[in-house]
């Protein structure tokens, strides 16, 4: 009797376990599928402008994603700030456009959004001449592979209300959340094929490289020199271009643009 039991709850178990994506995907579109709250489609519009470039399908895919999300992912108040629906709504619009294109979920790793009221600190150990120490950094965001983003609303704000600058951290950070889902960030992606990565590899170094021989002249140019960093922020500065200035991307760095085009299958430029 005993091992029919337990055989009895390994059965139920198991089915439990095959159910369980159809269980999450049904949830997802009943909750893509409500009514946009009225109030959150006026902050939209008051504090979000880049929404308004895209397409009208374009905009009620995102909406779906924004109701999943906010139902998915608790975004949390830290240093004494209040967590509005000014906040939420924002940053979760801002998320979700990274997701507008390709279905690869909703930040599967993505545990919790941790919001400051501005710049915060963090320590990091670094090892100079064999000897190890905790290096504080301010930052106004940061992305962790153990499940939380970080962010500084004050530069959330003026990143939502500037689309025009290429400046946008939740974008940037909710890059390298995609860059993290297989591993460490490294600038590449998750991709579908062999091909597809050596493509990308291929572009991206080259356009790496060509941006620390421009900054080493002492050139600009659009990408931010931050990109220069290493491959990871590399990665994540381009996409905040590919979504706030596309036409300038694709006009300057065409074979760049083509890349995250087909990484995000989204083609903003067309948007404007």
């Known amino acids: 009797m005993p091992l029919l039991i337990w055989f009895a709850i390994a059965l139920l178990a198991a089915t ?11 949830r997802r579109e009943r909750l893509a599928g409500k009514p946009f709250p009225p109030a959150w489609r006026r902050l939209l519009r008051r504090h979000v402008p880049l929404v308004s470039r895209l397409p009208a399908r374009q905009q009620l895919r995102l909406k779906g994603l924004m109701q999943v999300f906010l ?7 830290c240093g004494g700030l209040k967590v509005t629906d000014e906040v939420r709504v ?5 998320a979700c456009l990274p997701l507008l294109g390709a279905a690869r979920g909703i930040y ?34 940061e992305s962790w592979s153990q499940g939380q983003v ?29 860059d993290q889902a297989n591993g460490a960030a490294n600038g590449a992606p998750a991709l579908p094929t062999t091909e597809a990565y050596r493509r990308w590899s291929t572009v991206m170094q080259n356009e790496f490289d060509a941006l ?46 083509a890349e995250l085009s087909g990484y995000y299958r989204l083609d903003p430029a067309s948007w404007i």
């Open 16 to 26: 439990a376990i095959a159910l369980w994506p159809l269980w999450v995907r049904r």
């Open 71 to 77: 139902a998915e992912k608790p975004i949390l108040g």
């Open 90 to 94: 924002t940053i979760a619009a801002l």
């Open 108 to 141: 599967p790793e993505l545990r919790q959004v941790l919001v400051y009221p501005g710049a915060f600190v963090v320590e990091r150990p670094v090892t100079e001449g064999g000897v190890q120490s905790d290096q504080r950094r301010v930052l106004a965001g």
């Open 150 to 178: 970080l962010l500084a609303w004050d530069e959330v704000k003026r990143g939502a209300a500037t689309p025009g600058d290429g400046h946008n951290v939740v974008i940037h950070e909710f890059a390298h959340q995609l």
């Open 212 to 257: 620390r021989w421009r900054l080493a002249r002492g050139e600009t140019g659009l990408i931010d020199a931050y990109g220069a960093t290493d491959p990871a922020e590399f990665f994540a500065v381009i996409s905040e271009l590919f979504f706030e200035r596309p036409a300038e991307l694709v006009a300057h760095h065409p074979a760049l643009y």
